[in-house]
Each structure stands twice: as structure tokens, then as C-alpha cells.
Antibody, heavy 121, light 110 residues
Framework: EVQLLESGGGLVQPGGSLRLSCAAA????????MSWVRQAPGKGLEWVSAISGSGGSTYYVGSMKGRFTISRDNSKSTLYLQMDSLRAEDTAVYYCAKDRGYNYATDFDFWGQGTLVTVSS | QSVLAQPPSMSAAPGQKATISCSGG????????VSWYQQVPGTAPKLLIYDNNKRPSGIPDRVSGSKSGTSATLGITGLQTGDEADYYCGTWDDSVSAFLFGGGTKLTVL
């Protein structure tokens, strides 16, 4: 059974940093691309970033380039999202999602339960 | 405003059919596969359709997807109250090298 468990969310002040983790189980982690998708309160889904199965290729939505860094440790079956210079508009539930493919973001067949990030003073 | 345009809401009666559209452009829907997701409020999204018209294991055949040019459509027949949810289309966009979601459609079954 595929399981994705996010952690690391919480309350952070504007300008602060946070590192999200997503522990995966039930599949060969390094064989699939992974993504982070977020959802602001009452809003729709917004794709944030993707990383290839090897970790050699990364992709970001334009507004987050330079502030967010996606990475993975295939030996630990764990996905990460380092978030710096956080803004109030980054407040959202952050989901990690398993891709059906290997290279970038094609579609997402399994999702974690999400972790809430709140940016506020 | 999303690059992939979906109607914000729609409603249909139980037993009827719902059709949700997703309109994009040549760099996204026109050149890539489309997927569809169902999200019941308070829960994680669930993949309904991938590769335009394929259903993952466990998704009933009353759920269907299609694509023509730069538009895609999700169809759900035999509507049930349990189908009330938000539905999102998604696809890769070659021009910005990013995955796009539509704005979402809230389906009410009444």
C-alpha cells in the first residue's frame, strides 16, 4: 500500500523558513518523480514543484523560484521542500504527491494527507 | 485566473450526467496528456482520469474523460450524492515548464 506522510508544517513569521518532509512507503521511491502541491484556504490546487526520480531535474512554478528548493533522499524514501523568505500568501496546506512518471510532472496517483503552513506575525 | 479554464460550479440531479470542461492552449492541453482529480472538502485530491481518458484501478466506468484539441472534458454518469466534490483538471505546460491545475469546478448533486 502506497503511503505518503508529510510533516514539518506549522506557524512561521513572514520572512522565516520552514522545511517540509514527506516520508514515502509502499513503492520504489526512486523510480518516480514527486511533486509538492499546495492549497490556500478556500482556494484551488496550485502545483509548487517537481523533482525527477533521480533528483537530477527540478521544476518550480515561477513565483517560487529562488525561494523554495525541492530535494529528495532516495536512500530514505523521503521528499523535502525547503521554503525560505516566506510570505503571508504562502499560507496553505502542502501536499506531496507521487507521479506516475519518472521525469517531471505528468499526473499524480497518490497524495499525502497534507501539512498546514501558516505564515503570520 | 487560471490558464486552464473550468466553470466554477455546476449542479445536476441524482442519476443524471455531469460534464465538466477544461479549456487551455497549445502549450498545455494541446500538447500534453490531461488528468482529472476529485477533492472532497477537507480531504486530499484523488486521481480520477489520467492520459486524457484512462481510469486508475478502482474508479468506476461511469467516470470518463476525453480531449479534443485544446480542451478536455470530464463526464460522470449516474450521479450520486457522494459525487459532490470539487473537480480539477491538470496538465503540463511546455512554455513555462510547469504543471497547471484548472481553477476547479464545484459539483453539487441535488
Amino acid at each position: 500500500e502506497v503511503q505518503l506522510l508529510e510533516s514539518g508544517g506549522g506557524l512561521v513569521q513572514p520572512g522565516g523558513s520552514l522545511r517540509l518532509s514527506c516520508a514515502a512507503a509502499g513503492f520504489t521511491f526512486g523510480s518516480y518523480a514527486m511533486s509538492w502541491v499546495r492549497q490556500a484556504p478556500g482556494k484551488g490546487l496550485e502545483w509548487v514543484s517537481a523533482i525527477s526520480g533521480s533528483g537530477g531535474s527540478t521544476y518550480y512554478v515561477g513565483s517560487m523560484k529562488g525561494r523554495f528548493t525541492i530535494s529528495r533522499d532516495n536512500s530514505k524514501s523521503t521528499l523535502y521542500l525547503q521554503m525560505d523568505s516566506l510570505r503571508a500568501e504562502d499560507t496553505a496546506v502542502y501536499y506531496c504527491a507521487k507521479d506516475r512518471g519518472y521525469n517531471y510532472a505528468t499526473d499524480f496517483d497518490f497524495w499525502g494527507q497534507g501539512t498546514l503552513v501558516t505564515v503570520s506575525s | 485566473q487560471s490558464v486552464l479554464a473550468q466553470p466554477p460550479s455546476m449542479s445536476a440531479a441524482p442519476g443524471q450526467k455531469a460534464t465538466i470542461s477544461c479549456s487551455g492552449g497549445n502549450s498545455n492541453i494541446g500538447n500534453n496528456f490531461v488528468s482529472w482529480y476529485q477533492q472532497v472538502p477537507g480531504t486530499a485530491p484523488k486521481l480520477l482520469i489520467y492520459d486524457n481518458n484512462k481510469r486508475p484501478s478502482g474508479i468506476p466506468d461511469r467516470v470518463s474523460g476525453s480531449k479534443s484539441g485544446t480542451s478536455a472534458t470530464l463526464g460522470i454518469t449516474g450521479l450520486q450524492t457522494g459525487d459532490e466534490a470539487d473537480y480539477y483538471c491538470g496538465t503540463w505546460d511546455d512554455s513555462v515548464s510547469a504543471f497547471l491545475f484548472g481553477g476547479g469546478t464545484k459539483l453539487t448533486v441535488l
